[in-house]
């Protein structure tokens, strides 16, 4: 099958009978949902550039045996596709100026690509070949793919077998001949909505005890026991009241779920890992670090929209000319062009890992993600100053088009001459939306936490830093000898 | 004349790469002008890049009568200047 179009794309979806939940009612057309299509609309960005010249080079690969296929689904082969990913997803942030949702997958196979092969080196399994099954699947099917790694994790101070409630963390409670069935929820599952299938991974490292939770495997989002209950967004209620200006952003967004896996039945052909549990934590530290590389992509390319929204905010407001909003437009350039420095660089210095596919610099990818923990957040404060207060103050859009309000607003809320007011409340609100509207819950908390809080990159640094060879350069400048 | 066309993937453009292929258009309306795929049978190949790190893989597309990388908009009047010498 031939790469999907969007719109091949958003039938595929509909297609799907998946169970989802929202305001405590199930949806039974998510697809027509007005406050979760505009996720779909992102992750169909991801199928639209694919099909256009102009930036198939970024979205699509061609393999050594002729098959076209979205870099979503593709197994990096060298540095290049490393450097080709980061620059995808920045693509992609600048065209949707939301979550695109589709990376999460991308690393999943990344991650799992190479832990099965290892996995079936030590142990004698078939997990490789059957998560090379499950990949040509996809590849030649063209599906989203979730990946899903976040267990509730319930008390942080215990380990998964130790929880009072043993379905804190995902795991096996049935043993069959012809699979397994799993207990758990995953949460904060972005894109789960949008996909064809879903990629379940262990969340922390793992010792012998924990042998029911060192599981990993794919199913598809239609399988009997497995729905989702939809996370509340800042503002998402605005997508109800029919305004185009006022949500900021009406076409794209993201999308999260708490996905629940009650007793869900997995065949033997479709698990990747099932008790080893050695190589739960090498599966999870993949998985991190082609995610932390991801971040250095998607979030750059958010943050070029949101650079370029502060920069027609001050040119709409007589501003663009002062010395100290210039400054301003400098230092979020520079911000965010360190994160994708250090997105670039990460993947610039991949390696080759025993499977045959590369694998980033975890010591640079770990750094690139504590950059995203902090930077976006100085971005959006440097927006907000350049924006002005009236980006949380404007009124609606229904007193701007009121006929006796409406001309208040025009007259009082309107910047230079040969701009309208109703642009100047556009890009406020567009602004709005990345910081602290629907879009802020990818831009902001999202940079904080997704694929791991500040600590667990710091942990990695700790980890990574060479600070052996460190004190030996030092020793060595100042003639110590011990 | 066949020209075919691959662009770069478009990450951070410095310049409209899409107004290059337009003004073509325009310019040479005889021209046919085509996606390049490597191999296929060209004329002459543009590989039009959006900055200067010229990232578009370009191994196996070129034209009986060469190639031309562009990395900036300026550049459109060189190439059009190729062009109609061939």
Redesign the interface.
Same mark, same amino acid.
Request: no cysteine; charged share 45%.
């Given at each position: 099958m031939a790469l999907m179009t969007g719109e091949e794309y958003i039938e595929s979806i509909r297609k799907i009978k998946m169970e989802v939940y929202m305001f405590g009612e199930k949806i039974e057309s998510p697809v027509d949902d007005p406050i979760l299509r505009p996720s779909l609309n992102s992750v169909r960005m991801t199928y639209d550039l694919a099909q256009m010249?102009?930036?198939?080079? &970024?979205?699509t690969v061609t393999l050594e045996d002729g098959r076209k296929i979205n870099r979503f689904t593709n197994i990096h082969r060298n540095t290049d596709d490393l450097?080709?990913k980061v620059?995808?997803q920045? &693509?992609l942030g600048?065209q949707t100026a939301a979550c695109f949702q589709r990376c999460v997958g991308m690393d999943a196979f990344n991650a799992i690509y190479s832990t099965t092969f290892e996995t079936d080196k030590a142990y004698g399994t078939n997990y490789h070949e059957n998560f090379l099954k499950f990949m040509r699947y996809c590849q030649d099917n063209d599906l989203t793919v979730d990946g899903a790694m976040t267990d509730p994790k319930g008390d942080r101070s215990l380990a998964p077998h130790a929880q009072p409630d043993p379905d804190m963390y995902l795991h096996v409670v049935e043993r069959r001949p012809d699979g397994i069935v799993v207990r758990g929820a995953k949460a904060h599952q972005t894109g789960m909505l949008n996909s064809h299938e879903v990629i379940v991974m262990p969340t922390v490292s793992m010792k012998p005890e924990d042998k029911d939770y060192a599981v990993s495997f794919a199913v598809p989002l239609d399988t009997p026991g497995l729905f989702m209950i939809i996370g509340r967004q800042s503002c998402d209620t605005r997508k109800l009241e029919g305004s185009e200006l006022d949500v900021g952003n009406s076409e794209f967004g993201g999308v999260e779920a708490l996905t629940i896996f009650d007793d869900v039945f997995v065949p033997n052909d479709r698990i990747f890992l099932n008790g080893e549990t050695e190589f739960a934590g090498m599966l999870v530290e993949r998985f991190a670090g082609y995610h932390r590389q991801s971040y250095g992509g998607c979030k750059v390319?958010v943050g070029?929209v949101l650079i370029g929204a502060a920069a027609v905010a001050a040119d709409y407001n007589g501003a663009a000319r002062a010395s100290h909003i210039k400054d301003k437009l400098i230092e979020m350039t520079h911000l965010n062009e360190t994160l994708y420095a250090c997105g670039i660089a990460c993947s610039a210095e991949g390696h080759k890992t025993e499977s045959g596919n590369y694998i980033i610099d975890l010591l640079l990818a770990n750094v690139c993600k504590q950059n995203v923990t902090r930077f976006p957040y100085e971005i959006v404060r440097l927006a907000e100053d350049i924006a002005g207060g009236i980006m949380v103050t404007a009124p609606s859009e229904k007193d701007f088009r009121d006929p006796k309000l409406g001309k208040y607003v025009e007259k009082y809320l309107k910047g230079v001459e040969g701009v309208s007011t109703e642009n100047r409340l556009r890009i406020l609100r567009l602004i709005e939306n990345l910081a602290l509207g629907t879009a802020a819950v990818g831009y902001r908390t999202e940079s904080m936490h997704g694929a791991g809080s500040p600590q667990a990159q710091r942990i990695m640094i700790a980890r990574q830093g060479n600070l052996a060879m460190k004190k030996e350069l030092a020793k060595k400048i100042a003639h110590i000898k011990e | 004349m066949k020209i075919g066309i691959k662009y770069c993937g478009g990450c951070n453009p410095r310049y409209d790469r899409t107004d290059i292929v337009r003004r073509l258009r325009g310019d040479m309306p005889g021209a046919e002008i085509v996606s390049a795929v490597p191999g296929a049978e060209l004329d002459y190949a543009v590989i039009v890049c959006g900055c200067t790190s010229a990232c578009a893989d370009a191994d196996g597309i070129t034209g009986k009568h060469g190639r031309m990388l562009l990395t900036s908009g300026d550049a459109y009047e060189e190439l059009l200047e190729r062009l109609k010498q061939l």
């Open positions: 010249p102009e930036y198939e080079d &970024l979205m450097i080709k620059k995808m920045r &693509l600048q390319g070029d | -």
